[in-house]
């Protein structure tokens, strides 16, 4: 066991904006999340289904390292079992296509709850041990890091509006055969650097539906430069990691149906989305490393 468990950790691999395809690297860094609840309608409980997005991140401190999945707590809240789905590894390379299921029980329990913010932790190497006791193969991931993080002043010299990008499962959709996510692109709609409505949190008009809850919000320039404040073209390469997408802003479209001599009009409503997420931003998962380096 004490071997497998040293063998796992080497391949909590990290992001690295400099290999030859990030792009690549980015669509692995994510990991779907099927919630296993149960409702009591009438006496009878019937169970259903939800699905959010997790992510892989490495928590560091004096040369320790815990890698975790992050996800927003309302994507596990009240599971009592939970299925996570991983691609195996072997020969330096990842195996498209030969994917490894588990069902989690207790699958709330396993996960640290943020003690004021929608976020929740889950450590990934007990995880992965459990998968490769049960196949006998590796299971792959690639983690963001504290340094994806952009600092206060690396925030401060973002533009207030900038291209970013949404790695997630809206609605549950992905290549389940190849086990990848949905990337979606978008621009902040408010600034980084400031805190929405004095939280720690941003808006992005981006398309968001259930099942993006959790996915990461992140910056990437590679080759082809990008602009400062200044007005100046910087030429190199640019990535941060830049929040968690939360919620989406909904608004209620109202209407009626026509009346007729027998049945009278009826108002009719629906919650449609327009189009502008809610995010955390991602400084707040450093919150996490006083609950996990005690």
């Known amino acids: 066991m004490k071997k497998s468990i ?36 009438k006496g009878k409980t019937f169970t259903y289904y939800s699905t959010g997005t997790g992510f892989y991140f490495n928590f560091c401190k004096n040369g320790d390292t815990i890698p975790v999945i992050v996800t927003n707590h309302h994507v596990i809240k009240n599971c009592h079992s939970g299925y996570l789905r991983f691609k195996s590894y072997s020969n330096g390379k990842i195996n498209y296509g030969d994917l490894m299921k588990i069902k989690v029980e207790k699958f709330e329990s396993r996960w640290i709850k943020h003690p004021n913010e929608d976020l929740a932790i889950m450590p990934l190497i007990p995880l992965k041990n459990e998968v490769y006791n049960i196949f006998k193969k590796i299971p792959y991931s690639i983690s963001f890091s504290e340094t994806d993080i952009p600092s206060d002043s690396a925030a401060n010299e973002l533009l207030a509006i900038e291209n970013i990008f949404m790695i997630g499962y809206p609605k549950g959709l992905s290549d389940d055969i190849n086990d990848l996510p949905i990337v979606r692109k978008g621009i902040t709609a408010t600034p980084v650097f400031k805190d929405f409505k004095g ?36 030429m190199g390469n640019r ?47 450093f919150d996490f490393k006083k609950i996990l380096f005690k």
């Open 239 to 285: 990535f941060y990691l830049l929040g968690i997408a939360v919620e989406s802003n909904n608004y209620i479209a109202k209407g009626a149906t026509t009346a007729n001599d027998s049945i009278p009009s009826l108002e009719v409503k629906t919650e449609l989305p327009y189009g502008v997420a809610i995010a955390i931003k991602s400084n707040r998962l």
């Open 199 to 234: 939280d720690k949190r941003f808006l992005l008009d981006i398309a968001i539906y259930p099942g993006s809850s959790g996915s990461p919000i992140c910056i990437l320039n590679i080759g082809g430069g990008y602009a400062d404040k200044r007005g100046n073209t910087i």
């Open 6 to 41: 040293l063998l796992l950790i080497t391949l909590c691999v990290v992001l690295d904006i400099f290999a030859q395809d990030v792009s690549e690297q980015l669509i692995n860094t994510t990991i779907e999340i099927v919630g296993v609840k149960d409702s009591i309608v």
